[in-house]
């Protein structure tokens, strides 16, 4: 099974970012190659797993359903970016402002969960963003381009009380997801 653990949005949410993302295609004509991330799909991912066997699936499940040791905390969502750092681009994303520590903190428990469960961690830092888009192709000019278009204001706010492990599957239409496992916030 292919797994990730993410932070929810709610509607309200989905919706304010998801008229950023037409508002970013009305701003940049001709962009036929950015494939944005359908609003129902988005999330805050903590950690991505990808794929593990069933016995190791079942304990992850079972350690994701402890809670979490940290206070409820909002996010709020502004500025865009995109990876890689250099060169033509592959992902544009929306920064999170306030809750970036917080979300790194709560990230460090969950990579350390996960590692408990036979998972091993990825190498590089956590860098809290929310995937708005991927290039099909690009060149490092439309990095400019897309940066240009960047407002700089705070795009939507939503409070994380919980975190959510997911199974992932992959289909022709995009990908779909089962929520396996919640585990709240609490003090």
Known sequence: MRLFVAI???DDVRRAIAAEQKRLMREL???SSLRMVRPEQMHLTLAFLGEVDDVRGAAIVDAMREDVKAAPFPIVYAGLGVFPPH???RVLWLGVTTGRDAAIAVQRQI???LTRAGIEPEQRAYHPHLTLAR???STPSDRRRLLAADR???IAR???AAVTLYQSRLSPSGPSYTALAEAALRP
Do not use: H, K, S
């Open 135 to 137: 290039w099909r192709t």
């Open 152 to 154: 700089g204001a705070q």
């Open 111 to 113: 990579a350390d969960r």
């Open 87 to 89: 060169g033509a681009p």
């Open 158 to 160: 939503v409070d994380a």
């Open 29 to 31: 004509p001709g962009e």
């Open 8 to 10: 929810d949005l709610d």
